[in-house]
């Protein structure tokens, strides 16, 4: 049995260690599906700043890619105009009287012979009314140098010739003359990360990716062609050759029939021999024009404000126009600021519960340890750094730490239910044991407990039926033998067949008002005969009791048992005296019997009143019984809401009390 339980145990024990492993190694792929979940967040809300990014640069670029290029002139003529219409309408351009426009800032257009000229050109006659505009004047002409100074010269390397090109070529020629070399791009990105040690080829296995912006590099847009009336173009030309003053002459000289001998002004004439050129060339030319407008393309220069760009150089845009024989380039400088702005304003609306952002670019050019993943937003001619951050960074680990304790407590509970149950399995199965042991023992004293008195009585009876007896005293002492011996035997089976009725539930008592001194006296006196047939004197001590309920056969079976096991276990005293006394307190009655002999071991004290329990091997034991006499005595105290206890008598021996609760 004990083998079958050390393989059980070794299963269970076995069983539990893989189920920790196991729970331990679920909670680390838990761990690691959490931050693989939380970074797959982190990925789509950057794709989705990319993509409203994307769409708002889409926007911004197809509203300039269909802007009318007379919009980069000072002054333009409406197409509204009716045809023959001698004196057109010019007006100011939308674009003047500011710099930004959205992502444009400085819109401007250069001439084949290198001028350049905006839409704000003609700002300088009131450059001097208000600070304000001073300032404005100032910013300006900043630009207007700033694109002769450092595009100028980019757009410069097209030689003469390229002008005579057709558009296409023309159009790869731009894209060859761009500043700024990819290996630039790489080192801009390079030094994003710098204060991270992070490098960009690693770049993919760092928590982050690249998220492409392709609005600006224009790989959909096509050429323009529109259809101009002559006229029109004409006017426009003329309208932003002259300098504002020689416009303003020019008109009053149209406006006024008679002025021409008072306006012999030296702009009035050349303006007159310009109209008179214009229209002898109208008569042999058609009374359209087609003109090409090809798609922005980028550029990045250094000079400027380069070193404060985010993409290491000044961003611009600009985009081709031919008008027959005539070639001029138009374009705006890329607002970084507004930008950014743009950036910042997708991001806010995009992040997610926990998550914040930065531009590390814009923020010092330095990263924080806190970055849960970096969004490169690539433009192509340079990077912008989105680097999106957990608010709570440890918020993962206080979920893991916290799963992890419940985790450990669920475990902890297991392993105590595990160990008490294997403990509980194990004192069961050496309980069983124990018992199947009494049980053995049992069998064997009662074996010969039953065999004692049958072979005396059947003794005494043979000799007395063969009339092998002759004297009269002897054959009264045989018959008194036999109705000792016949009483032992009723007492044994009496003791086992209770035993099995309350083993069962099945003992039932009777309660009845009597005396209890006078039922004790009469077991006392039953039992007189046998204890003297053995050596013993039986005294009795009664106190004062009053009338109790109480179950008569229970109280002699209690009696009984107790000056049985008094005889048996104190055959060998010098005072072969048994006391029996009984006496009252407010609860309970109590009987008590005292013998003289060896007591009882204070560790056996407990185990005595349990079933089949006897001191010593069954082998070897000189005391007859069969272990369940003071088992009863305690189960039938119990009945009667009382207890069994035992005391040291003096100067030896033992005292069992029997307290019964006192009802009526």
Known sequence: MYKRLIILSAIILAALCGLVWLGYHSIRIR?????????????????????????????????????????????????????????????????????????????????????????????????????????????????????????????????????????????????????????????????????????????????????PIESLQSPDQEVQIIEQRRSILEQNIASNVLSPSQRAMTDALAQSKSQAETSQTQPAQMAELYYEQQARLQESQ??????WIGPFETIVTGGGNAQKSIFGGQVFLVRHVKIEDRHFWQGFQLNEKKLIEEVKESASRFMRKGMSFELSQTENGQTDEDVAHWAVLDFGFGDLVLNLKEIDPGWIGKEISHLRNWYVSIVAVVVLAVTLGLASLWRNARTQLKLAQKKDDFISAVSHELRTPLTSIRMYSEMLEKNWVKSEDKIAEYYRNMRHESERLSRLIENVLDFSRIQRGRKKYAFNAGDVNQCVAEVVEMMRPYAALRGFLITTEFGPLEQSAFDSDAVTQIVVNLLDNAIKYARNARDKTIAVRTRTDEQFIMIEVEDRGPGVPHRQRKRIFEEFYRSGAEATRETAGTGLGLALVKKFAQAHNGFVEIANAQPTGAIFRVALATRM
Do not use: C, W
């Open 286 to 291: 058609a009374e359209t024009v087609q003109v």
């Open 31 to 211: 761990a690691q599906g959490m931050e693989g979940k939380r970074l797959g967040e982190f990925a789509a809300v950057a794709e989705q700043i990319r993509q409203d990014v994307n769409r708002k640069l889409d926007e911004f670029i197809r509203t300039e890619q269909n802007r009318p290029y007379t919009d980069y002139q000072y002054y333009y003529v409406p197409e509204n105009i009716a045809p023959g219409q001698q004196q057109m309408t010019v007006l100011r351009s939308p674009l003047g009287g500011r710099l930004e426009h959205g992502l444009a800032y400085g819109n401007f257009q250069i001439e084949p012979d290198g001028t350049v000229n905006t839409p704000n050109d003609d700002i300088e006659q009131g450059q001097k009314e208000t600070d304000l505009r001073q300032d404005f004047y100032a910013k300006a002409v900043s630009n207007k140098e700033n694109v002769r100074d450092n595009l100028l010269p980019v757009l410069s390397e097209l030689t003469p010739a390229s002008f005579k090109m057709n558009f296409g070529e023309e159009a790869e020629v731009l894209l060859e003359s761009r500043q700024i070399a990819p290996d630039q791009v790489e080192l801009a990105r390079d030094a994003a990360f710098k204060s991270k040690g992070v490098k960009s080829e690693g770049f993919e296995k760092q928590r982050g990716r690249n998220y």
